[in-house]
């Protein structure tokens, strides 16, 4: 005897057309068509027509995306436009070229209200000078005004020491001793007037005309014994237009009481040097003697001067600086 088990529940039972559990009528429920997803998973010619639709769609996406240039290939090879778009807009060719107008043309007003008789030569050209001149002239090159340097300027400044330090960073260091330092600033204008916003003036400033051979000097006066000795000299060696080549050169001597009663000692300041000032230059000379305990009474007996600011007690305690600031100016 077969058995055969149910399709839809799967009870095992001798061959027969209904199925003994469930009563199902197994003839024709084999006889039903199977859903269209399964017979399509079957069929062998699935995976090829699949393939042969990735290969449709990648080629359409390239042409596609590639059109311009497909479309100058095909035009260079036919010199045929390869669609109707292209051969209606087509660039219009560039040209150096002058177009001459026709007769029609220059039958209307072109200079005024004047009409341009095209059988006269000189007429015609006239007329397309006039067109293809530029409408605005051409700039002209804007010369600088040059600027007539005339005068040297010294003044003596007490400046904030931990504002020096800062702005030398910047500067050319030009000459240097023991007991003093020369800088040269480029931007001598910025720098005049980042270093006199924070400074005391300890002088009023001193000028000279520019001239070879002009020399500026300061000093103490001759003959004093145990005062201040003060020189400060300032030579122009060569000046030209914009610039000089200038010459310095300090001495300085400061009496210092001494602890042992009756016995004094000095502390000098010797610095020297060469450079070339420019208009917007500007050169700063720190003065710096070793000693700096001048008792006031012989600051007091020396006289007004640059020295004047060894009594500033800012100076004695080396918070301060004692600076010559030079520069060349334009005529006032």
Known sequence: MNMIDCPRCGFAQPEDRFCAKCGLDIEQYQKRPKPLFQRLAQNPNLPLGLILIVVLVVSGYIVYSQRELVGQEVKGLFD?????????????????????????????????????????????????????????????????????????????????????VSLIQTAEKIGESGSGRAYLFSNGEKMLSLITKDSARVTMPRYVDLATSTQLSIESPAGLSNRIQFGFFLWIEEKE????????????????????????????????????????????????????????????????????????????????EWVGLIQILPAP
């Open 80 to 164: 045929t436009p390869l669609s109707s778009r292209q051969a209606e807009v087509q660039p219009k060719p560039k040209s150096n070229a002058i177009v001459v107008p026709t007769d029609k043309d220059l039958q209307v007003p072109v200079t005024g209200d004047k009409v341009i008789d095209a059988n006269d030569d000189s007429e015609l050209t006239t007329a397309l000078e006039s067109r293809i001149a530029p409408s605005d002239e051409p700039k002209k090159n804007v010369v600088a005004p040059v600027i007539e340097y005339t005068r040297l300027e010294l003044g003596f400044w007490e400046v904030p020491r931990e504002l020096l």
């Open 241 to 320: 237009r914009e610039q000089l080549n200038l010459r310095f050169e300090s001495q300085i001597v400061l009496p210092i009481e001494s602890e042992t009663a009756g016995q004094s000692t000095v502390s000098e300041v010797a610095l020297s040097g060469v450079t070339t000032l420019k208009g917007k230059h500007l050169l700063a000379i720190v003065l710096e003697p070793p000693v700096r305990n001048v008792r006031p009474e012989t600051v007091a007996s020396s006289g007004d001067g640059p020295w004047s600011v060894v009594s500033s007690n800012e100076y004695r305690s080396g918070l301060t």
